[in-house]
């Protein structure tokens, strides 16, 4: 398919929940997420509901993979969890669930995780070996539409600086939409006290219970060796 097929068909559906989304300036989430290989980049998803921007914050990181299209390689950006399959016991191991107080365990409550030899049957996994779960799409001057394409250091240092300008100096507004790069987002930030909240009571609200069980099997470490190894050759 062409590049614009795949991104929009990775617009139409929330990487936590897995619940489908018509996308819209509504449901798209301006995030600064952290890296496989321990920097941050700044982009956007789209989600089913808020608490979806706090799982996401907890858990995903960002990871590259080359994709072939019909108008030849492409390098996207991908979200992307620790391999569960890390530990498979833990995928039977019991737990109660925040609603309705059920004892139960995530072999049972999400059968499509299913290991074999150490390896997650069924998952595309990216350039550092990572389960991909959704595209984690660029936003940048140069590219308003925040689809496909790098934007450099620099450029994400300014994008930074303009998302500081706009809104995060403010009273988190949730809800409050901004244009940034010509896109129209809600920005994590907004969220922020409402995430606080909402692991102090427990996770008890939102769609991302079984994710979070997960996704915590065997949470994402910055590859600071690969890091450290890159900045020698550098130098």
């Known amino acids: 398919m062409t590049p614009q097929q795949l991104e929009y068909m990775f617009s139409g559906f929330c990487a936590v929940s897995g619940s489908p989304v018509r996308p819209n300036d509504y449901n798209r989430y301006l995030l600064n997420l952290g890296t496989v290989l321990g920097g941050s980049r700044i982009g956007y998803m789209h989600y089913c509901c808020w608490p979806c921007v706090c799982d996401t914050q907890d858990f995903i990181r960002v990871d590259t993979k080359n994709v072939i299209t019909k108008e030849g390689i492409r390098q996207y950006h991908f979200a ?3 391999n569960p399959c890390d530990h498979p016991e833990k995928l039977n191991e019991p737990f109660v669930q925040p609603f309705g107080y059920r004892e139960t365990t995530l072999s049972f409550e999400a059968r499509e995780v299913r290991c074999q030899d150490g390896k997650l049957i069924g998952a595309t996994l990216s350039d550092h070996g990572y389960p991909i779960i959704s595209m984690f799409f660029n936003l940048s001057e140069q590219n308003p539409t925040g689809m496909g394409q790098e934007h450099n250091a620099s450029g994400t240092h300014a994008l930074a600086r303009t998302v500081q300008s706009q809104s995060r100096t403010d009273v988190p507004q949730p809800g409050r939409i901004l244009q ?11 969220w922020k006290d409402y995430c606080s909240q909402r692991a102090a009571a427990g996770f008890n609200s939102g769609m991302g219970e079984i994710f979070r069980k997960v996704a915590a099997i065997s949470p994402i470490r910055a590859q600071q060796k690969q890091v450290n190894e890159i900045s020698s050759l550098i130098r």
């Open 80 to 82: 992307v969890i620790g």
């Open 180 to 190: 940034v790069s010509g896109v129209h987002v809600q920005d994590e930030y907004e």
